[in-house]
């Protein structure tokens, strides 16, 4: 009996506390949308003074679900978030054109992407820790580049090569030098 009472009140309590269109003001911020308990929780926007726009989910007053975003310098993000932190799948397009689709964790590239840059070149593959890790660099020209790129920005090891013409090559780096 007891458990059925505190259900009841704590549901109600609950559902009061839920408000569809409430709106809050913070230092730095406006939130409109859904809350919990005063925090947004559900769907909602914030707005921020600086430029910044999200909008999407909310649980707990943290960014949790599917969401949106534009940042102040023009760059957008499409995809999902978890507690706060951009994780899972998502698309970030950069204020000079250049594009990553693909899986993120904890804020960064993670896992299978593809990073199509601004001048044209598109890498698709994998990413470990915000770089592209292995897969296939394709140049302006065509040209295809294949193997494992390191995140310190020198090239090392053995890499396919692919003319546009189809004709193929294996290329040899040694600490960021031509080898063979």
């Given at each position: 009996m007891f458990k059925k009472i505190f259900f009841i009140i704590f549901s109600f309590i609950a559902l009061e506390s839920f408000v569809v269109a409430d709106i809050i003001e913070y230092e730095k911020a406006t939130y409109e949308g859904q809350t919990?308990?005063?925090?947004?929780h559900g769907r909602g926007e914030m707005t921020f003074t600086d430029g910044e726009i999200y909008t999407g989910q909310y649980k707990f007053g943290l960014r949790h679900g599917r969401g949106s975003v534009?940042?102040?310098d023009g760059s957008t993000y499409v995809g999902q978030y978890s507690e706060g932190i951009i994780n899972g799948a998502g698309v970030y397009t950069y204020s000079n054109g250049s594009k990553y689709t693909g899986m993120h964790k904890e804020g960064l590239?993670?896992?299978?992407?593809?990073?199509?840059?601004?001048?044209?070149?598109?890498?698709?593959?994998?990413?470990?820790?915000?770089?592209?890790?292995?897969?296939?660099?394709?140049?302006?020209?065509?040209?295809?580049m294949e193997g494992i790129f390191p995140k310190e920005g020198k090239t090392?090891?053995?890499?396919?090569?692919?003319y546009e013409d189809g004709?193929?090559?294996?290329?040899?780096?040694?600490d960021g030098e031509f080898v063979e």
């Open positions: 919990f308990f005063g925090d947004p534009i940042f102040p590239f993670e896992g299978k992407g593809r990073f199509e840059y601004a001048d044209g070149r598109l890498f698709e593959g994998t990413f470990k820790n915000d770089w592209r890790y292995e897969g296939i660099l394709t140049l302006n020209d065509g040209t295809t090392d090891g053995k890499y396919n090569i692919t004709s193929k090559e294996i290329w040899t780096f040694k």
